[in-house]
C-alpha cells in the first residue's frame, strides 16, 4: 500500500523568499513521485517527477524536490517566491509501472507582497 | 488544445437525479483514470481503464455509479440517484504507455453540485 503525507496544509511566505513544502510518503516498492499544482479553477499541472534517477529532480518555473529514501520524504524547495506561485500543491505517489497515483491532502501555499 | 478535455465543466443537479460526465483523452494515451477530489482533499482515484477494459475500480465506486469507455478513446461516467456526498469535483487524467512512471495528464475536471 502505498500513502503520502503532506506535513502542513497552510504554508505563509512573502514575495522573493524561499519555499518549503514537506513530504514524506510510505511506499512497498520503488516509488514514483510527483508533485503536482493546481491553481483556482484551473487543472492539475505536473511541476516534476522523481524515477529512481537522479535523487535531486528539478521541475518548472524553479521548482526542485529531493527524493530522500532514508527519510522517506520528497520536500518541494524554490529559491525565491514569486507571487504566481499561490496555489495549491499535492505530492503525489506511484507504486511504479502503471498503478494509481494517491495524493496527499494538498498544501496551500499564500504569497504576499 | 490537444490535452485532455471534460463535459460539462459545471453540473448541477438535485438529489436523486442521474448525471453523466464525459471525459476526452489525450488521443494516443491507452490509459483512462477517474478521480474524484472533494473540499480540502487531494484527489482519490475512482477507477481507470487500458483501452476499453476496466481494470481497476476502488470501492469507493458505489453501485451508483458506473463509467464506460466503449471504444478505447472518450470515456464517461454515471452517477445514478445523485445523493449531496456526489458534490465534488470529477478529474479524468490519461497516461501513455510511452510515459515512464505513469505520469498522467488532467483534464479541468467536472464540478458536480447536488442540491
Known amino acids: 500500500a502505498q500513502s503520502v503525507t503532506q506535513l502542513d496544509s497552510h504554508v505563509s511566505v512573502s514575495e522573493g523568499t524561499p519555499v518549503l513544502l514537506r513530504c514524506n510518503y510510505s511506499?512497498?516498492?520503488?516509488?514514483?513521485l510527483f508533485w503536482y499544482v493546481q491553481h483556482p479553477n484551473k487543472g492539475l499541472q505536473l511541476l516534476l517527477k522523481?524515477?529512481?534517477?537522479?535523487?535531486l529532480v528539478k521541475g518548472i518555473n524553479g521548482f526542485e524536490a529531493e527524493f530522500k529514501k532514508s527519510e522517506t520524504s520528497f520536500h518541494l524547495t524554490k529559491p525565491s517566491a514569486h507571487m504566481s506561485d499561490a496555489a495549491e500543491y499535492f505530492c503525489?505517489?506511484?507504486?511504479?509501472?502503471?498503478?494509481?497515483?494517491?495524493f496527499g491532502k494538498g498544501t496551500m501555499l499564500l504569497v504576499s507582497p | 488544445d490537444t490535452g485532455v478535455s471534460q463535459d460539462p465543466r459545471h453540473k448541477i443537479t438535485k438529489r436523486g437525479q442521474n448525471v453523466t460526465f464525459r471525459c476526452d483523452p489525450i488521443?494516443?494515451?491507452?490509459?483512462l483514470y477517474w478521480y474524484r477530489q472533494t473540499l480540502g482533499q487531494g484527489p482519490e482515484f475512482l477507477t481507470y481503464?487500458?483501452?476499453?477494459?476496466?481494470?481497476?475500480k476502488s470501492r469507493l465506486l458505489s453501485d451508483r455509479f458506473s463509467a464506460e469507455r466503449p471504444k478505447g478513446s472518450f470515456s464517461t461516467l454515471e452517477i445514478q440517484r445523485t445523493e449531496q456526498g456526489d458534490s465534488a469535483m470529477y478529474l479524468c487524467?490519461?497516461?501513455?504507455?510511452?510515459?515512464?512512471?505513469?505520469?498522467?495528464?488532467f483534464g479541468p475536471g467536472t464540478r458536480l453540485t447536488v442540491l
Open positions: 487524467a490519461s497516461s501513455s504507455p510511452f510515459w515512464r512512471a505513469n505520469e498522467q495528464f
Open positions: 481503464f487500458q483501452n476499453e477494459a476496466q481494470l481497476e
Open positions: 511506499s512497498s516498492y520503488s516509488p514514483s
Open positions: 488521443s494516443e494515451h491507452n490509459r
Open positions: 503525489v505517489v506511484s507504486d511504479g509501472g502503471y498503478s494509481t497515483l494517491t
Open positions: 522523481y524515477t529512481s534517477a537522479a535523487t
